[in-house]
């Protein structure tokens, strides 16, 4: 550890990550139990150091670098790109580390998760088993991936909706099953996807 990280600005580092966008002067000094100033002027030291990103306005939250996380092994490293058409050198030095969960998804208040049932939408990579971020709203655009409710059956569903006069269409992402048709007051859209987190390896493609 870099002897300018005494133990209070590890802390702070520590509480920094846990409390995300809402780590403000006033919060942490909440957390920590050191006075509004104190922490100001740790949070000084740390930003001259490169450990915490520019101050991005009085009510912003504080943040660490990218360089921040690099160094103290914080966050999953980014080892460059990877070329998905020509074959490229691999980098062999971390550039860069991922944000957290939260800012890497783009979630915002209110949005919750859930577990993926069933296979009826691997076209678009959700598995079974899966994670998918939700945005709750009661309205959807056609085209978009929706967590629905069918009110008849008491049971939500994942699927692609197609809105007409009196209808709503729910897609599959999977030949296997049919497209289902609901009046539109049987049919209460719950949210939106907005992003998933894969936790099991795909499943091969390639013809046999």
């Known amino acids: 550890m870099p002897p300018e990280l005494t133990p209070t600005r590890q802390t ?3 509480v920094i990550l846990r409390l995300g966008t809402q780590a403000t002067a006033s919060a942490l000094a909440r957390e920590m139990g050191i006075s509004k100033p104190a922490i100001t002027r740790h949070i000084d ?4 150091l490169g450990y915490v990103a520019p101050a991005g306005g009085r009510y ?3 943040t660490l670098t990218s360089r921040a996380k690099v160094e103290l092994g914080i966050g999953i490293p980014i080892y460059g790109q990877i070329a998905a058409g020509q074959p490229t050198l691999a980098e062999q030095s971390p550039e860069d580390v991922v ?3 939260d800012a890497l998804m783009g979630k915002r208040p209110g949005d919750f998760l859930l577990t993926v049932r069933g296979d009826s939408m691997i076209g678009i990579g959700v598995m079974p088993g899966d994670l998918v971020l939700v945005r709750p709203t009661a309205e959807v655009l056609d085209g978009e991936v929706a967590v629905v409710l069918i009110k008849g059956d008491n049971a939500a569903t ?3 909706i197609t809105h007409f006069v009196d209808k709503i269409l729910l897609d599959s992402e999977n030949p296997e099953y049919g497209q289902m048709v ?3 007051e049987d049919v209460q859209i719950q949210g939106k996807m907005i ?6 390896v795909p499943r091969s ?3 046999r």
């Open 12 to 14: 702070l580092i520590s």
């Open 45 to 48: 030291i740390l930003r001259d």
């Open 60 to 62: 912003a939250p504080i």
């Open 99 to 101: 944000p957290d969960l």
């Open 158 to 160: 994942l699927k692609r």
């Open 182 to 184: 609901y009046a539109t």
């Open 195 to 200: 992003g998933k987190i894969g936790l099991h």
């Open 205 to 207: 493609t390639r013809r």
